[in-house]
């Protein structure tokens, strides 16, 4: 089975634009989580999405949104972009959409540099 | 909110060494799992722990809930043990908002 992947995975926009990130799960993985990797913040859980809808949403500004579709791939956007938002976005896919009570899959990552 | 620290933040060890990683958490937990990031920074599921022990190949862990921690146990390190090790906790009785919290993660260099 091929794993996760996620598209592009270098990026260079400059602040006030927006960027959307893809990401594809494995095949027949109905869930998908986002997550944002700072050296300053760490690792914090953006949202997950099961079935087309969103199910869990963490801490961030409605500047970041995603949406998931019925083969499962998911997008992420970030609107009006600032120099924060630089950083590395995972994705990970389960089976069930049941996040932590479940092996996750991550792919490579989409390194998103904001200047 | 729930705090969850990692210790120790860096560990630096020859090949061959056993080591433990400690992850406490300030409240409880519905889920636990660790993950390990290598130098490329792709992420890797390892356990999932909300409670008890298991164990795959040279790594085991340990959470014990009702205490607040989990261990991650690696014995025999490798090189390719290398990287940061993250737990992660889904706290209950909270909003769906911020569920999943990580660690700051413990970085792992195993000298050859």
């Known amino acids: 089975k091929a794993g996760v992947t996620q598209t592009p995975r270098y990026l260079i926009k400059t602040r006030g634009q927006q960027v959307t990130l893809s990401c594809s799960p494995i095949s027949g993985h109905r869930s998908v989580s986002w997550y944002q990797q700072t050296p300053g913040q760490g690792l914090q859980f953006l949202f997950e999405?099961?079935?087309?809808?969103?199910?869990n949403k963490g801490n961030f500004p409605g500047r970041f949104s995603g949406r998931q579709f019925s083969n499962s791939r998911s997008e992420m956007n970030v609107s009006t972009l600032e120099l924060g938002d630089s950083a590395l976005y995972l994705c990970?896919?389960?089976?069930?959409?049941?996040?932590?009570?479940?092996?996750?899959?991550f792919g490579p990552g989409t390194r998103l540099l904001v200047l | 909110g729930i705090q969850v620290e990692q210790s120790p933040p860096d560990l630096i060890l020859q090949e061959g060494a056993n080591s433990t990683l400690r992850c406490n958490f300030s409240d409880s937990v519905n889920n636990l799992q660790w993950f390990h990031q290598n130098p490329w920074g792709q992420l890797i599921n390892l356990f999932y722990?909300?409670?008890g022990t298991k164990q795959n190949g040279r790594l085991s862990a340990t959470t014990v809930a009702t205490e607040r921690y989990s261990l991650l146990y690696i014995s025999s390190s490798q090189t390719t043990d290398s990287g940061v090790y993250f737990c992660a906790v889904d706290p209950t009785g909270y909003s769906s908002a911020s569920k999943i919290i990580f660690g700051s993660g413990t970085r792992l260099s195993i000298r050859p």
């Open positions: 722990i909300p409670s």
């Open positions: 990970a896919s389960s089976p069930g959409g049941r996040t932590l009570r479940e092996t996750q899959y």
């Open positions: 999405y099961f079935s087309e809808t969103q199910r």
